[in-house]
């Protein structure tokens, strides 16, 4: 992948080395905020709220906005209680000629009063993700219920097969997965492991001997005898942002929607994990090449930048792979894009 991505990552990569500060101030009522000539989002979230890492939200939840880079002189910014709303005021056709005019100067700071701001967070909505396994060993499965019943639901006592028992107490909770298809990563051809898919999670109830009785518990799908048992992780429903310690390089191996195209709010899956450094929080920019075109001056083998697609933060982190949510998308993104993280 190229290291020149676009503008914009070069200047995300400067706003990454200043590092992260909690957000320790607030304007006490309502401001509204002219942008000006040399304005970024992480700028603006710094001055006003000493949070550069405010502008994921930012972006995120403003549609008009398509790069994190491109805001307009004449956008309007409204500072309250520690967050900031984007009112764009340019009139349409204005747009080119904005971007076209150099961008030098810095808006002055607002005066601010100090006050306490709680930690820039994202939230996602929660819900079952489920996982790619790539050679991790369940740690049971279930092999029989108290009754004769083929499916199983809530509130279900069933018994389980531990792999070891005595490290098993009652209390545990562990989650709850079917084995699905198989994930054949989209660059290599090369099979990558298969689809988990979260089924609930339960709790065990008692133990006798190498007999392990448990009680199952919120379930999302129908639940079999054979289901294999993995750590529970708890839905997560806010993300604390998080910088990455390692630049890191991968891409979407496969998508929790069952649908071709994936956008803003969806779950993808990456071949990037604990073992790379990838953990919850920290955000990945998607991207594809871009090629000459045929009526292209350049030689067909220049490397151009490629282009942005979107945004999205890791949710759940294991071994080898990673879940992330979309939480930002200005075109169509594909099973197979390239995922990029952005250290110091």
């Given at each position: 992948?190229t290291?020149q991505?676009?503008?914009w ?11 992260f ?12 905020y002219?942008?000006?000539k ?14 550069p ?15 994190p880079h ?6 309007e ?30 808006a002055?700071?607002?005066k601010?009063?100090?006050?306490v ?6 939230k996602?909505?929660g ?10 060993k ?19 006592t ?22 699905g ?7 290599t051809?090369e099979?990558?492991?298969n689809?988990?898919?979260?089924l ?9 001997g ?25 839905p ?6 998080k ?12 998508t929790?929607a ?5 956008g ?16 919850v ?26 282009d942005?697609l ?9 071994a ?16 197979g894009?390239?995922?990029?993280s952005?250290?110091?």
């Amino acid at each position: 992948m190229t290291k020149q991505i676009c503008t914009w990552l070069s200047l995300l990569t400067l706003m990454l080395t200043m590092g992260f500060a909690l957000p320790t101030f607030a304007l006490e009522q309502e401001q509204t905020y002219i942008i000006k000539k040399g304005d970024t989002l992480w700028g603006i979230s710094e001055r006003f709220i000493n949070d550069p890492y405010y502008w994921p939200n930012l972006w995120a939840n403003n549609p008009d906005i398509t790069n994190p880079h491109l805001i307009y002189p004449g956008d309007e910014i409204r500072i309250f209680g520690g967050r900031m709303v984007l009112v764009p005021t340019y009139p349409s056709g204005k747009v080119a000629e904005q971007q076209e005019t150099p961008v030098t100067e810095t808006a002055p700071a607002a005066k601010v009063k100090p006050a306490v701001v709680e930690k820039t967070t994202l939230k996602t909505g929660g819900g079952s993700e489920g996982f790619i396994h790539a050679g991790e060993k369940p740690l049971g499965i279930i092999v029989d219920s108290v009754d004769n019943r083929s499916l199983l639901t809530e509130g279900d006592t069933v018994f389980l097969k531990m792999n070891d028992p005595a490290v098993v107490s009652v209390g545990d909770t562990y989650g709850l997965y079917e084995r699905g298809e198989k994930v054949i990563h989209p660059t290599t051809g090369e099979s990558y492991g298969n689809m988990m898919h979260d089924l609930g999670y339960l709790q065990v109830t008692s133990l006798q001997g190498k007999i392990v009785t448990a009680k199952i518990g919120k379930v999302f799908r129908e639940v079999e005898r054979g289901a294999e048992l993995y750590d529970y992780v708890p839905p997560v429903m806010e993300i604390s942002l998080k910088k990455a310690k390692n630049e890191l390089e991968g891409h979407i191996l496969a998508t929790q929607a069952e649908k071709l195209t994936q956008g803003q709010h969806d779950v993808v899956f990456v071949d990037l994990g604990l073992e790379d450094g990838l953990n919850v929080g920290n955000m990945l920019y998607i991207t594809r090449p871009r090629t000459v075109t045929e009526k292209s001056l350049l030689t067909p083998d220049t490397q151009l930048p490629d282009d942005l697609l979107g945004a999205a933060v890791i949710i759940e982190s294991r071994a080898k792979t990673a879940a992330a949510l979309i939480v930002k998308s200005v075109k169509t993104i594909y099973r197979g894009d390239q995922v990029l993280s952005i250290t110091e």
